[in-house]
């Protein structure tokens, strides 16, 4: 049985100040700003630049309420306030979108694990072509910090006499990456900066893909499987004594490691998530010394979880998996460990800011909203949960439909943004703005 929405009606003045808001929404200042945001790069752990910009530009449209948080000399986070004389009446509310991007850009880190070249959309270039824009990030994350930016201006704008406090908030580190060339930075490691340093909101929305409103979102578990062998000389006879493979086996295996995904996939799914998995590397060797065989091979996997399951609970399955995987096959010589681990994070579905994104959905949308396409996507929503800030995740469609080739294959740079899609998003994000920062705190269960 579908969810339905909790209806709440708007006065008529919050009917007026909606439109307002959205009137000032200007969507040739929202694509200019997406193009600047495109060509400032910020790989994982090199936001700085991006995060200094984007301060100064919320400071020159806000009214001088625009912030940099250093967190080293390489990255930091920045946030924005609109606010007015009745703000403390009101709940704090966070628009909130990463600023990093997945690829470094570089061909010699990225290529050809990318693919042969850096296609358009996976290079911090913007280009335009008509109601598209193209460049690393574009779509995600960066048409969401433009688009959030834009909703806090409109509404700063239109002078809205909010009884709460907007906060626009963005940080580094978002991507699921854990860089080494950046002091291992990702996995969410901005945003706790963000919240653990100030920024205490009553509630969040995060922006991110799919056109649809989310209440939890999964976390996410890395292993690495260790395949041994010996080390090996191609020029020696293959009847040398000892002499043992890691490559061979490790080909063995993989096909049954991701047997065992599909069924941990679908044994773990719940309410709106699929714990998805993939096996994402594989890794043997030397790129110098080919004349060597190597005695490790590793196999590298991710597997989502949901908010109901520990890590320690994903742990046990997975040793549970390798133990029956090595019952099968015990010639093979291989162990395991997990390397990083995010646990899911939710929010009740009843909870106001996801009714109230809900609602502004189905404002936008015109039919009720139901219950979402499930998904396994993980976002610094999970974290910002866990940290215990209620959170409704809205998105728009990705990729849009009309997304001209190559860049609808895989998803590349996340870089083609679509203009309407974000203008949709948006329309459904004023509403839960106006929604809930025009209301007392005892209106929204605080």
């Given at each position: ?77 920045c946030f924005g306030e609109v606010r ?103 996995l969410g490691d901005g945003v706790y ?70 069924a941990y996939t679908a044994r773990n ?178």
């Open positions: 049985m579908a969810s339905v929405t909790r209806q709440v009606s708007f006065s008529a003045e919050q009917e007026r100040w909606y439109a307002a808001v959205r009137e000032r929404f200007s969507v040739e200042r929202l694509k200019r700003l997406l193009v600047d945001l495109v060509n400032i790069h910020s790989p994982t752990g090199a936001e700085r630049e991006l995060a200094e910009f984007l301060a100064g530009y919320l400071k020159r449209h806000l009214g001088g309420r625009g912030f940099y948080q250093p967190v080293s000399d390489l990255t930091g986070n007015s004389e009745r703000t403390v009446a009101g709940a704090r509310l966070m628009l909130y979108a990463p600023l990093d991007t997945h690829l470094d850009a570089a061909p010699e880190v990225d290529v050809p694990w990318v693919g042969p070249a850096l296609r358009p959309d996976m290079v911090p270039q913007a280009t335009v072509d008509g109601d598209f824009v193209i460049g690393l990030g574009a779509s995600n994350p960066k048409s969401m910090v433009a688009t959030l930016t834009e909703v806090a201006i409109a509404t700063y704008e239109a002078d809205v006499p909010l009884l709460g406090l907007l906060q626009p908030a963005f940080a580094g580190g978002g991507m699921s990456v854990n860089s080494p060339r950046r002091r291992h930075y990702g900066h963000l919240i653990s340093r100030g920024i205490g909101p009553d509630f969040a929305i995060v922006m991110k893909p799919i056109w649809a409103v989310y209440s939890e979102e999964p976390g996410l578990c890395w292993f690495r499987i260790m395949v041994h062998g010996t080390l090996a000389y191609a020029g020696s006879p293959r009847t040398v004594p000892g002499d043992r493979s890691s490559i061979l086996p490790a080909s063995v295996l993989i096909p049954e490691i991701d047997e065992w995904i599909k799914a719940a309410d709106t998530l699929v714990p998805e998995g993939k096996i994402t590397a594989v890794h043997a060797g030397w790129s110098d010394r080919f004349a060597y065989s190597s005695a490790t091979t590793e196999i590298y996997v991710d597997v989502r979880c949901t908010p109901a399951m520990t890590l320690g609970e994903v742990n046990a399955q997975f040793a549970a998996g390798m133990e029956a995987i090595r019952s099968r096959h015990p010639q093979i010589d291989f162990d395991w460990e997990m390397i990083a681990a995010l646990p899911g994070g939710a929010t009740d579905p009843e909870h106001w800011i996801v009714q109230s994104c809900r609602r502004g959905w189905e404002r936008v949308e015109g039919r009720p909203h139901g219950d979402p396409p499930r998904m396994g996507g993980r976002t610094d929503g999970a974290l910002i949960r866990r940290l215990g800030i209620p959170a409704a995740r809205i998105g728009f469609p990705w990729p849009a439909q009309n997304t001209p080739d190559p860049y609808k294959q895989g998803m590349g740079g996340m870089g083609v943004a679509y203009l309407p899609d974000l203008v949709k998003c948006a329309d459904a994000i004023i509403y839960a703005v106006v929604d809930t920062l025009t209301r007392p705190r005892s209106e929204l269960g605080l």
